[in-house]
Each structure stands twice: as structure tokens, then as C-alpha cells.
């Protein structure tokens, strides 16, 4: 899931140079709350402003910088560049020009201008690694956290599954932040109240899957099984969270099993009560997943997957008979109008 940031509100810079230069007021009239500059600096600022695009205006403001590199216009300049920054699509000439952006902008604050436009390019041009790095550093002053945060929590997911687990500790995080921020309803002020909804009727679900897949990626099951089944409550027509639900519980079931073997008398018995136990509950997950997934081409593999383990622990738990197996698969099928 991947949701576009915008950058910072715009300063509508234009509003400021009106005030100082368009209203024809000299630099020695400039009213006490405008930052104080030349009327050259004012004239060579508004050429930034003027600039068509991205790149225009960091050539400009390249230009200002070499001429007035103490300018009192950097922070206003630097809101404009960010801007048109914001408004280049392609994800790799974007991470270019942010990239540029702090080279030539390089003052602390300007640098946290840029920083949840550098961190979305990261992630949507596959750089994981300086996107977690960035995170690391940033993630506390993101002006508003939440899309991002899921971002990373999606990032590192997807490395999870690639056996890469080098980023689940701060993808755990991140995930876990961002579900407190949605459920505390700490609502950036710079977020309209709708999209703030749609975030939390959204992400939320998603997050709390991600975050218990890789709670179970890195061998804390118990947690992991917690947070999926709040993602089951809050959208209980996701396969995938009974597919993940199914799998923690599979392996539960074959660790039980592999203690019945080496186990004896009534402490044997007690073992297979307990794994058969389990392996049903694997049995209602997997067809709950078997159920939702049907006709979803994103879960088809998945899907057939579990069909063929959920026969055979069927088979296994009435006596080599499927007979019951489609009736209970068809009981948690949802209607076409409420699937996904």
C-alpha cells in the first residue's frame, strides 16, 4: 500500500514579495515582520519563484545562494523548491531533486523540509537501506508521520518475506507507532479530517497484519497472534490474516506433535488432546482463508497452497473423509458486494 505524501503547506512566497517589493516598498521600508534583504535579493528571489518546475527553481535558487548565501529569504526560498519538489510524480527524478535539494540547501532546518519527500522517494525507488537510515534519524520530526511510518512498515515486510529480517525491529516499530498514532486519533494539523478517516478505516487493519507478520517473523508468535487477531476484528474479510493466523497455529500444532513422539503415558495422551486442539483451529483458519481468497487473483497462489494443507489435516481429523470440508469452506465465504 503505498499513499502519497504531499510535501509542506506551500508559503506563498508571492504573498511576501507583494508585501516588500510589488507594493513598491525599498528594502529600507520593509515592514518589521519581513525578513530583511536587499531589493537585488528580492528581484533575484522572485526569478525562483517564476522558475516552471523542480529543476528551474533549484538552478535559481542555486544562483541566489551563490550570490546571497546568508539571505534571510533561504527558509522562504527553500518552502518553494520543496514544493515544486513535491510535485514531480516520477519517483526516481524526484529522489534526484530532493537529493540536490539538500546539497544545496544544507542548514538543519531546510534539511527537515525535504526529509518526508527524500524518505517517500527512498521507499518508491527501492532504496531500502537509506530509506531505514533516513527513518532512523527523522522519523520523530515527520510532520505527518502516519503514511510514511506505514510505508517503512510495508518496506520492511516485503524484505521480510525476501528472508531478509535486518529491518524488523524498526518495521515492528514503526507499525506500532503509527497504530498508536491512529487510535490515540492524534490528527496532524496539517490533515484534513477526511483523509484522517480514511487513514484509520484503512491503514489500521493493514498494520496491525503487518506488524503481527513480522512479530512472527522474528519468533515472538504469542504477540504476533494478538496483534492478527485485532487485524481478523477490524477487517475480518482479509484472507490473509486467517492465512497468518493458520500459520502460527500450524506451527504450534507441529511443535505439540513433535513433544507427542518423545513423550509417554499420560503425558502423551495429554500432548495429542492438546495438538488436536490446535490443529482444528488451524483447520477453521485455513478454511476462513481458503473462503475470502477464492476468486482474489492477488491470494490465488496462496489459495491453492492452503486448500492442499487444509485437505490433508481435514482428511487426518475424520478419519480420511473430506466429506463436511466445501459446507464448512462455503460457511465463511463472503457475499460478492462486501469482498474486497
Known sequence: MRWNVRPWGRLLFSVCLALAVGAGVTAQEQPKDQPKASDAEFKDARKVEAAADAQGRLQAAGAFLKKYPKSELRPQLAQLVVAKIGDVTDPAQRLTLAENFRTLFNEPAEADLINPTLLSAYLKTNHTDEAFALAAKV????????????????AGYA????QIVKYLSQSIQYAGRAIELLESDKKPANLDAATWSDYKTKLLPSLYQVQGFLLFAGGDAATAKTKLTKAVALNPADAMNYALLGNIRNDEYQSLATQYKAATGATQTDLLKQAEAVLDQVI???AHAVALAAGNPRYQGMHDQLMQDLEAYYKYRHK??????QALIDKYKQPASVKP
Open 320 to 325: 480420511g473423509s473430506t466429506d463436511g470440508l
Open 159 to 162: 524484505q521480510a518475506q525476501q
Open 284 to 286: 477453521d483458519d485455513y
Open 139 to 154: 522519523a520523530d520530526s515527520l510532520p505527518n508521520p502516519v503514511p510514511l511510518l506505514t510505508d517503512l512498515s510495508f
